[in-house]
T-cell receptor, first 110, second 111 residues
Framework: GQQVMQIPQYQHVQEGEDFTTYCNSS?????IQWYKQRPGGHPVFLIQ?????EVKKQKRLTFQFGEAKKNSSLHITATQTTDVGTYFC??????????FGTGTRLKVLA | NAGVTQTPKFRVLKTGQSMTLLCAQD?????MYWYRQDPGMGLRLIHY???????AKGEVPDGYNVSRLKKQNFLLGLESAAPSQTSVYFC??????????FGNGTRLTVT
């Protein structure tokens, strides 16, 4: 079945440093979504990527979808303490069944 | 506008007991999902539904049953709870290829 792997599992950075998490799917995806979950909270939607090679930006966050539509990345420039949380990718292969990656827990040290 | 509401918020069960988790959404979404979240495992899909009266298995369906009798409700049942089912359960809904809207979760402990 479809599997979605995400690395790294944990990342500790100093405030102001950059951060990147990578997502890889075992199957070609129709689209990929990214979510953020704060400690004790529920996942909150950040963005959706649909097209091969697509790049989207939200302020300090940059999202990319690979050319083969099997991988994606989230890059945060100059992290802030408000960026703390776990970031998940979720891939869909045309069946409306969203499979989540294992997540990357980000800790930002002030 | 409540969004996605899960009840109960917390529950403690003894091994072998049964219970039903309720998810209700007021956004007229067609698609609804049940996930479980365990430390280091991310969110794993248990069952999902693409419309009223239809359900399908996800990644980890064993030990769970679901029903979608009404469009706005998606029920998750545990017939005979096991300690391995201790987890945080999240319900989500969407229009399809659109953002998933999550409830606040149900924390279940099975002793």
């Amino acid at each position: 079945g479809q599997q979605v792997m995400q690395i790294p599992q944990y990342q500790h950075v100093q405030e102001g440093e950059d951060f990147t998490t990578y997502c890889n799917s075992s199957t070609t995806l129709s689209n990929i979504q990214w979510y953020k979950q704060r400690p004790g909270g529920h996942p909150v939607f950040l963005i959706q990527l649909v097209k091969s090679g697509e790049v989207k930006k939200q302020k300090r966050l940059t999202f990319q979808f690979g050319e083969a539509k099997k991988n994606s990345s989230l890059h945060i420039t100059a992290t802030q303490t408000t960026d703390v949380g776990t970031y998940f990718c979720a891939g869909e292969s045309g069946t409306y069944k969203y499979i989540f990656g294992t997540g990357t827990r980000l800790k930002v040290l002030a | 506008n409540a969004g996605v509401t899960q009840t109960p918020k917390f529950r403690v069960l003894k091994t072998g007991q049964s219970m039903t988790l309720l998810c209700a959404q007021d956004m007229n979404h067609e698609y609804m999902y049940w996930y479980r979240q365990d430390p280091g495992m991310g969110l794993r899909l248990i069952h999902y539904s693409v419309g009223e009266g239809t359900t399908a298995k996800g990644e980890v369906p064993d030990g769970y049953n679901v029903s979608r009798l009404k469009k706005q409700n998606f029920l998750l049942g545990l017939e005979s709870a096991a300690p391995s089912q201790t987890s945080v359960y999240f319900c989500a809904s969407s229009y399809g290829n659109s953002p998933l809207h999550f409830g606040n979760g149900t924390r279940l402990t099975v002793t």
